[in-house]
């Protein structure tokens, strides 16, 4: 991530902390960097090790879940809840968020659609200010179609030979 979106996040939230009498801990300004030195999609339990880690900097998962809520209401952060796990994504620099979703394995994958961003932008909403959106596409990726279409075949060949022997030739 640039410098230059970092210090202007930390700015926000000097303003923040300022404009509430809150003190500035070191703290919340660690875990900040190290959410926008990540890139794309992590997990509470990712940023944990990450801060213990790579930067030396032991958080508790309680801790860490309090400052996510608080860049989630300065919109620092985007929580996206995906099959079976929240998942949470810097997004200063990026207010239009277009994901697809498998709904087979659950693989998330960002896209790039100036359409969409520019249809959302064209908008007409009253009396809202747009600031950003999300947008979850739900499918079957790839390799998980792949692996249907083997199964669809297996079953076929199951109606009518020895199964055990089929399942052997698979693998
Ligand atoms: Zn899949």
Excluded: W
Excluded at 42 to 61: C, G, I, Y
Excluded at 124 to 153: M, N
């Amino acid at each position: 991530m640039k410098e230059s979106v970092i210090a202007a996040v930390e700015r926000l939230l000097d303003n923040y902390l300022e404009m509430n009498n809150h003190r500035k801990t070191p703290e919340r300004y660690t875990i900040l960097r190290a959410i926008y030195s990540i890139n794309g999609h992590f997990t509470l339990d990712e940023l944990k090790s990450r801060l213990a880690q790579e930067m030396d900097f032991p958080v508790s998962r309680a801790t860490l879940y309090n400052t996510l809520n608080l860049f989630l209401s300065l919109r620092l952060v985007v929580r996206h809840r995906f099959q079976g796990s929240t998942k949470y994504e810097a997004c200063y620099d990026n207010q239009s968020h277009c994901h697809q979703i498998c709904t087979i394995c659950g693989k998330v994958t960002e896209i790039k659609s100036p359409e969409i961003i520019a249809a959302v932008d064209n908008m007409h909403l009253k009396r809202f200010r747009k600031d950003g959106f999300t947008l979850y596409v739900y499918g079957v990726c790839s390799t998980c179609q792949i692996k249907l279409t083997k199964r669809k075949k297996t079953v076929k060949v199951i109606k009518g030979k020895n199964k055990n022997k089929t399942e052997n030739e698979q693998r």
